[in-house]
């Protein structure tokens, strides 16, 4: 079964200061996607990235950055120098990706970051 | 930039009736998918929807859940007689060819 754990609830930091969200998931697919969103206050969720199975590279965009670990099942993300519009639930999330996959998202729970001037 | 548009944004209704909230995903992505989140808690997959017909089905999707696309563009999804446990935000999806999975901005259904 794919199962998605974010451990992190709430995240409480002053603007500037780093911060990492911690996602760790389960699946005993060989290939598979993992996400991340961002759900501000409005509601709407954001695509913030993709990642497949096979390409362990870390990412950078701006002040974001993501690290997959396929060893411990994990894909962090990292937001830098934090600003109050990063304030936000953010979830991770997997998808299978086999053929005849429905490609359908499995979420965690969220971390709700607030981020304080 | 192209997206996904749901209407409408909240549809209050009565215990016991008939809601249809609508979708137009991407126009060239080919997978689409309905999804709950009811306040406060993690998004849940209800149903996905591939070649015009269910590709997968959550538990939560029973009978009186049901999809259509009754055209070109629009996806749609009828909750026959809804519960008060209905009232979450509900979003529509579709997935790119480089399958990435992009929401609506969701429909709010509060029942009562």
């Known amino acids: 079964a794919q199962k998605v754990t974010q451990a992190q609830t709430e995240i409480s930091v002053v603007e500037k200061e780093d911060v990492t969200l911690d996602c760790v998931y389960e699946?005993?697919?060989?290939?598979?996607?993992l996400f991340w969103y961002k759900q501000p206050p409005s509601g709407e969720l954001v695509f913030l990235i993709r990642?497949?199975?096979?390409?362990?590279q870390n990412e950078i965009s701006g002040r974001y950055s993501w690290n997959f670990q396929k060893s411990t099942s994990s894909f962090n993300f990292t937001i830098t120098a934090s600003q109050v519009v990063d304030s936000a639930v953010y979830f991770c999330?997997?998808?299978?990706?086999?053929?005849?996959?429905?490609?359908?998202?499995?979420f965690g729970s969220g971390t709700r970051l607030l981020v304080r001037p | 930039e192209p997206e996904v548009t749901q209407t409408p944004s909240h549809q209050v209704t009565q215990m016991g009736q008939e809601v249809i909230l609508r979708c137009v995903p991407i126009s060239n992505h080919l997978y689409f998918y309905w999804y709950r989140q009811i306040l406060g808690q993690k998004v849940e997959f209800l149903v996905s929807?591939?070649?015009?017909?269910?590709?997968?089905k959550s538990e939560i999707f029973d009978d009186q859940f049901s999809v259509e696309r009754p055209d070109g563009s629009n996806f749609t999804l009828k909750i026959r007689s809804t519960k008060l446990e209905d009232s979450a935000m509900y979003f529509c999806a579709s997935i790119s060819p480089a399958y990435e999975q992009y929401f609506g901005p969701g429909t709010r259904l509060t029942v009562t």
């Open positions: 929807f591939y070649n015009n017909e269910i590709s997968e």
């Open positions: 699946t005993r697919d060989t290939t598979y996607y």
């Open positions: 990642r497949n199975s096979f390409d362990e």
């Open positions: 999330a997997l998808s299978e990706a086999q053929k005849d996959s429905s490609y359908k998202l499995i």
